[in-house]
């Protein structure tokens, strides 16, 4: 079973650059997310789905954007790449959102913005 | 204050030992608690869920105290392979979103 997949796995951006982060998963999970985990921190929702078509803001949203035409992906976009957001994304799907039910995650995706 | 805070050590143990982590939470709505794992540089897995009466899954024990809002794991006979970080997350049912703690890192020397 594929699971969650995330492609790249890394990446070197310029500042100003842009670049979308995809996600798809297997597992017809309604619930995805978008994490972002910096160096000895835990980690911090951008956006996340609740289903085909719906998003919704998480705790640090600024400078990033999301989309989810299907079930299946949850692409992340960063428009205008900026040094602070060197970062590990993660993506993650559940069936249903938190409560007992765990949260898949992707391997990573590792991002330098120089 | 943070949501949800851990002593991100790292607690440097020998094989054999045992230790204990503790993590506080400060939103007393949260409903649901979990520890995951994170190895070095890996996405986290889900390592065992939280109840106030207790659980155990093995070597290791999580409990969960509503009154002192603090959440604790206990690994008994430490292993080499449990050295990891472990990350403490609560789930609050008003916003419908995990929160993570920074995660306590573990090294099990021999």
């Known amino acids: 079973n594929a699971g969650v997949t995330q492609t790249p796995k890394f990446r070197i951006l310029k500042i100003g650059q842009s670049m979308t982060l995809q996600c798809t998963q297997d597992?017809?999970?309604?619930?995805m997310y978008w994490y972002r985990q910096d160096p000895g921190m835990g980690l911090k929702l951008i956006y996340y789905?609740?289903?085909?078509?719906?998003?919704d803001k998480g705790e640090v949203p600024n400078g990033y954007n999301v989309s989810r035409s299907t079930t299946e992906d949850f692409p992340l976009r960063l428009e205008l790449a900026a040094p602070s957001q060197t970062s590990v994304y993660f993506c993650a799907s559940s069936p249903q959102r938190g409560g007992d039910q765990p949260q898949h995650f992707g391997d990573g995706t590792r991002l330098s913005i120089l | 204050r943070k949501e949800v805070e851990q002593d991100p050590g790292p607690f440097n143990v020998p094989e054999g030992a045992t230790v204990a982590f503790n993590c506080t939470y400060s939103n007393s709505a949260s409903q649901s608690f979990f520890w995951y794992r994170q190895d070095c540089r890996k996405e986290p897995k889900l390592l065992m869920s939280v109840y106030s009466s207790g659980n155990e899954d093995g070597r290791f024990t999580a409990q969960l105290n509503r009154a002192s809002q603090y959440i604790s794991l206990l690994i008994r006979d430490s292993k080499l392979s449990d050295s990891a970080t472990y990350l403490c997350v609560g789930f609050s049912g008003n916003t419908g979103k995990l929160i993570f703690g920074q995660g306590t890192t573990l090294q099990v020397k021999p």
């Open positions: 789905s609740v289903g085909a078509g719906i998003t």
């Open positions: 597992m017809n999970h309604n619930y």
